[in-house]
């Protein structure tokens, strides 16, 4: 099973023969990095796994450890359905030992995010949760089960939309709730129009570590393109409202996603850092304001923004973004909000 695509809108293939057409040198190559969410998957006939990954992390930068956060890759072709995603967790487990015993000091994929529908009666739910635990060789660290939908896209933008309301359907609830019990975050995957919805359930669990993935998601497709300013002061007044919510983190990241608005892969040459970090920065500095570097994570959201810029220039762009912070401000961006809220090496 692969990315369930439905909508008008698909994920470009990167184009590495277009990507190293414009290349720069490693900023702060020594900076210490966990790259908070990326996927492994092969999708539309092209593969991001095992290689890709490495050739990727090799790039320059000091990645000392990544997050797998699903993506439907791997799932059993057989078995109960509702067990059959734990496929990809033991895929991904059995890729990160291989990756661990190749290259010395790289912990690749040290946590899972993996998916578990969460509307299962609770005896289900557990079972998917357990099966997910033992494949994962001690590896498995949170659910995403993506609530994304928008009413402007009745047959969704990307992938298959969600039901509407997911986050307050009570089954959902009562899910999202077994995770808090067992110690396991949430990933959210959904729309800007949707954070209000993310608040809600965020006062209603305050226990549940609960991580925003892609700021959020602002779509800039649509009816969205060319309403920047009023999509962004929707998006920061919401923002400002789940920041009041202790138990929420955000990671930065994700504008390269083409539902963002993001068309640099039509464009003869790949943006600089320089221009990426422009180009970010109204996202950058009003959720810094908001929530802190303490519950803030840089992502690469690769390989789906690696159509738009190659791993250099993003985490370059990262780089130029927080140069201003102080240097515990800036750990805590690259680095340690992730090993906190993913219990990654010694917390782990």
Not at 340 to 348: A, K, T
Request: glycine letters at 10%.
């Amino acid at each position: 099973m692969g990315l369930d695509v439905t909508g008008p809108y698909r994920y470009p293939p990167p184009d590495t023969d277009w990507l190293v057409k414009a290349t720069e040198a490693v900023i702060e190559p020594d900076l210490p990095i966990i790259d908070a969410h990326h996927h492994l998957w092969v999708e539309g006939g092209n593969s991001y796994l095992k290689n890709e990954l490495l050739g990727d992390l090799a790039a320059g930068h000091n990645v000392a450890a990544t997050v797998l956060v699903q993506a439907g890759y791997g799932y059993r072709e057989d078995g109960p359905e509702h067990l059959r995603c734990v496929g990809e967790t033991e895929k991904v487990s059995a890729m990160a030992a291989q990756i661990g015993e190749e290259v010395c000091g790289l912990r690749a994929c040290e946590g899972i995010v993996a998916f578990a529908d969460l509307t299962l009666d609770e005896a289900k739910l557990a079972e998917v949760l357990d099966a997910h635990e033992r494949q994962s060789g001690g590896r498995l660290r949170g659910i995403r089960h993506s609530v994304s939908h928008d009413t402007n896209f009745p047959d969704g933008i990307v992938l298959r939309p969600a039901p509407r309301h997911m986050l307050a359907d009570p089954a959902y609830r009562t899910g999202m709730a077994m995770l808090a019990r067992r110690g396991l975050s949430y990933d959210a995957m959904l729309y800007h129009q949707q954070i209000g919805e993310l608040t809600e359930a965020a006062r209603a669990l305050p226990d549940l570590a609960i991580i925003l993935d892609h700021y959020g998601t602002p779509l800039g497709v649509g009816p969205y393109e060319g309403c920047e300013e009023e999509r962004f002061r929707q998006w920061s007044a919401d923002m400002a409202e789940l920041a009041t919510c202790p138990n929420v983190c955000v990671k930065l990241g994700g504008l390269g996603m083409i539902i963002t608005g993001a068309k640099w892969h039509e464009r003869d040459l790949p943006p600089h850092s320089r221009e990426l970090a422009e180009a970010w920065r109204p996202w950058f500095d009003r959720t810094l304001d908001l929530f802190g570097p303490d519950r803030c994570m840089f992502e690469s959201n690769f390989p789906v923004d690696k159509a738009m810029y190659s791993y250099v220039a993003l985490w370059n762009a990262f780089k130029r973004l927080s140069q201003d912070f102080g240097q515990d401000e800036r750990a805590a961006l690259f680095h340690d909000t992730a090993a906190r809220v993913y219990r990654l090496g010694p917390q782990g």
